[in-house]
C-alpha cells in the first residue's frame, strides 16, 4: 500500500497551493482520508478529514473557511485545496488512510495507512 503526496512548494503569504494523495489501495473508496501536518520539533496535527464517499468533512479550527478537502474515487485521490496561506501553514503534510464500513464517517485517529510528506513553506 503506498499513499504518495505531492503538491508541496514554497509560496507567499495569501498565496495558494493544492497538494495531491495518491493512493494505491485496491478498493479506495473503501477508505476515510485524512490530511494531517507535522512542524519539526511539534506534535502531528490533525488538518482535514473526508468520508469514504465523500459526503462530510471536517476541519481543524486552524483552517477552517481556508483549507478544503475532496476526493476523486475513480482517480484514488484525495485533495487538499489551501488558500490564503499563512506562515503559520509551514510543515509537512501527511495523507492517511482508514479502512471503514462507514460511508459517511470521517477520521482523525487510528488510521490504517501512512504516506510520506509533502513539505509546504508560506513565507512572509
Known amino acids: 500500500v503506498q499513499l504518495q503526496a505531492s503538491g508541496g512548494g514554497l509560496v507567499q503569504a495569501g498565496g495558494s497551493l493544492r497538494l495531491s494523495c495518491a493512493a494505491s489501495?485496491?478498493?479506495?473508496?473503501?477508505?476515510?482520508m485524512t490530511w494531517f501536518r507535522q512542524v519539526t520539533g511539534k506534535e502531528r496535527e490533525f488538518v482535514a478529514a473526508v468520508s469514504r464517499n465523500g459526503s462530510s468533512t471536517y476541519y481543524a479550527d486552524s483552517v477552517k473557511g481556508r483549507f478544503t478537502i475532496s476526493r476523486d474515487n475513480a482517480k484514488n485521490t484525495v485533495y487538499l485545496q489551501m488558500n490564503s496561506l499563512k506562515p503559520e501553514d509551514t510543515a509537512v503534510y501527511y495523507c492517511a488512510a482508514k479502512f471503514t464500513y462507514s460511508p459517511g464517517n470521517y477520521y482523525f485517529n487510528n488510521m490504517s495507512y501512512w504516506g510520506e510528506g509533502t513539505l509546504v513553506t508560506v513565507s512572509s
Open positions: 489501495l485496491r478498493t479506495f473508496s473503501s477508505y476515510a
